[in-house]
Nanobody
Framework: QVQLVESGGGLVQAGGSLRLSCTVS????????MAWFRQVPGKEREFVAG????????VYADSVSGRFTISKDKAENTAYLQMNSLKPEDTAVFYC?????????????????WGQGTQVTVSS
C-alpha cells in the first residue's frame, strides 16, 4: 500500500516562502508521477503543479507559474513544492498526490494516492 505524508505547511507573511515535502512509502517511488493540489472551504480541489515519472517534465497552474517550483528526489522518495512570493490567495490546504500514469494529470481523478493535507496560511 502506498502512503504519502506531507510536511512543511505553516503561517507566512505575504511575499514570503515555504517548502512543502511529500514522502512516499510502500512501493517504488520512481514509477509515480507526483502533483500538488490545494483546496479552500467551499471550493473544489484545484491542481497546482505536477512532475512526471522521470522528474524532468513539470506542469504548473497559471496562478502559480513563476512563483512555485515542483521537484522530486528519487533517492529520498520525496517530492517538493517550493513556494515563493506567496500571496494571501494562496491560503489553502495543500495535498500531495501520486499517479501510476507516466503523464502529468491536472485533475483529481488522475491520481491514485493522496496525502492527508497540510495547511498553508499567508497573511497580508
Amino acid at each position: 500500500q502506498v502512503q504519502l505524508v506531507e510536511s512543511g505547511g505553516g503561517l507566512v507573511q505575504a511575499g514570503g516562502s515555504l517548502r512543502l515535502s511529500c514522502t512516499v512509502s510502500g512501493r517504488t517511488f520512481r514509477n509515480y508521477s507526483m502533483a500538488w493540489f490545494r483546496q479552500v472551504p467551499g471550493k473544489e480541489r484545484e491542481f497546482v503543479a505536477g512532475v512526471s515519472w522521470s522528474g524532468i517534465n513539470t506542469v504548473y497552474a497559471d496562478s502559480v507559474s513563476g512563483r512555485f517550483t515542483i521537484s522530486k528526489d528519487k533517492a529520498e522518495n520525496t517530492a517538493y513544492l517550493q513556494m515563493n512570493s506567496l500571496k494571501p490567495e494562496d491560503t489553502a490546504v495543500f495535498y500531495c498526490a501520486a499517479s501510476t500514469e507516466p503523464l502529468i494529470g491536472v485533475h483529481s481523478e488522475d491520481y491514485d494516492y493522496w496525502g492527508q493535507g497540510t495547511q498553508v496560511t499567508v497573511s497580508s
